[in-house]
């Protein structure tokens, strides 16, 4: 057996339906639902008036006079994730009411037993992942088919800017993961002609991904993020305002860890990296690799794919074609220069705001977490390691021969 799984390799079958991922939308969920069966009309009803409940600090009492319902309903995977991402926003909101400094420590059972199976069927850990808070939670409303959110949190128009803005984001990748499923069969069958017309057009797809990052500053308030919507994204690993992590009642007696939502959940990075060949320190690499976890399976057995194709690198180094050299450090150098473009917006959404928050004591927005002050949300150091992941990009740029 082991013999044929090798020669399986050697087919030229990478293609996205394979691993679920959309020709249309990528790794976003296509036409998501926004309601649920009937039977879950308790967690909807809550839900639908989230950020309400949270500002008026109502919701803890709201989930505690919630039902436990049975998730034998859930029939399809979209009725799943859509169960998977009403949990996780009411988990979020249910933890973080009254900010960090009373983070509540138990989930009660009628939220965390739910909640935990819902997760154990998706292949997802229990908390708010990028899965759930963009790839699940985007729908288009009227006949210009403008795009809004399903669920919200506190944090109003910018909390929508932040998820809509990532969702486009996610689309925008999508040229590029067929140009890179294109460039893997071009290695498998060989083609030295699709391979180059396949790293022009990732490279195009990557300085679009850029482009389109920019809208952040469009639709996004530094300070609102950093003060307001920060804390909903947080997790209890890695962050010293819930340091033993969170207990779910009725699954565990001890407490669980996990990560908050990280834009290092979004398989396309990933994907671009195992593809072009780079590789990360071991501190970042081990985050990277776990934050693997937190997607839907398919999605983490595509860039695990990508990963066991016959290198990239090693094809164009043998190949000995300075045009496939050159378009291949070019893809190289966009998704630096991405990276590059990453740390300016986190630089204005964290470290500034975090700055301005210090010097302006007067404010008519709520006190910011101290606990995160320079961590991202899923637990890392954020800007070293943002850095530390830019430089390893650059490094894998191969030498010209002149």
Not at 288 to 311: G, N, T, V, W
Request: net charge neutral; aromatic share 8%.
């Amino acid at each position: 057996m082991e013999l044929r799984s090798r020669n399986l390799k050697t087919t030229p079958s990478l293609s996205l339906g394979r691993f679920h991922i959309s020709e249309d939308y990528g790794f976003l969920l296509p036409n998501p639902l926004k309601e649920l069966p009937d039977h879950y009309w308790p967690w909807m009803e809550i839900v639908n008036k989230l950020p309400h409940l949270i500002e008026s600090h109502q919701l803890r009492a709201q989930v505690n006079k919630m039902p436990l319902l049975n998730c034998q309903f859930l029939r399809s995977y979209r009725e799943q994730r859509l169960a998977h991402l009403v949990l996780s926003f009411i988990t979020m909101g249910y933890v973080w009411q009254e900010g960090e400094t009373q983070p509540k420590e138990v989930l009660p059972r009628n939220l965390a037993l739910p909640f935990v199976e819902v997760s154990r069927n998706l292949g997802l850990p229990p908390i708010l992942v990028h899965a759930d808070l963009v790839l699940t939670n985007w729908t288009t409303k009227n006949p210009e088919r403008n795009l809004d959110t399903i669920v919200s949190l506190p944090g109003g128009e910018s909390l929508r800017g932040f998820v809509l803005v990532t969702v486009l984001v996610e689309k925008a990748a999508v040229p590029g993961m067929k140009a890179l499923i294109q460039a893997v069969n071009a290695v498998l069958q060989p083609s030295q002609d699709s391979l180059l017309q396949a790293l022009q057009q990732l490279r195009l797809s990557i300085q679009d991904i850029t482009r389109t990052l920019g809208q952040m500053h469009d639709y996004v308030d530094p300070d609102i993020f950093y003060a307001v919507i920060r804390i909903f994204l947080s997790g209890w690993k890695d962050n010293p305002a819930m340091p033993v992590g969170l207990i779910y009642e009725g699954v565990s007696t001890e407490p669980l860890k996990y990560s908050g939502g990280s834009a290092a959940q979004s398989t396309v990075l990933h994907a671009f990296d195992e593809f072009l060949g780079i590789r990360h320190s071991k501190e970042s690499a081990d985050f990277l690799l776990r934050m693997r976890d937190y997607m839907p399976p398919s999605h983490k057995a595509f860039i695990e794919e990508i990963q066991s194709a016959p290198s990239l690198r090693d094809h164009i180094l043998s190949s000995g074609n300075g045009q496939l050299l050159k378009a291949y450090n070019q893809c190289v150098e966009a998704l630096a220069e991405l990276r590059s473009y990453h740390i300016t917006v986190v630089t204005k959404y964290v470290i500034t705001a975090a700055a301005k928050v210090k010097s302006r004591r007067s404010s008519q927005l709520p006190e910011p977490p101290q606990a995160l002050e320079e961590r991202g949300t899923g637990g890392t150091a954020v800007l070293s390691f943002l850095k530390s992941v830019r430089n390893k990009t650059l490094e894998a740029i191969l030498p010209q021969s002149s």
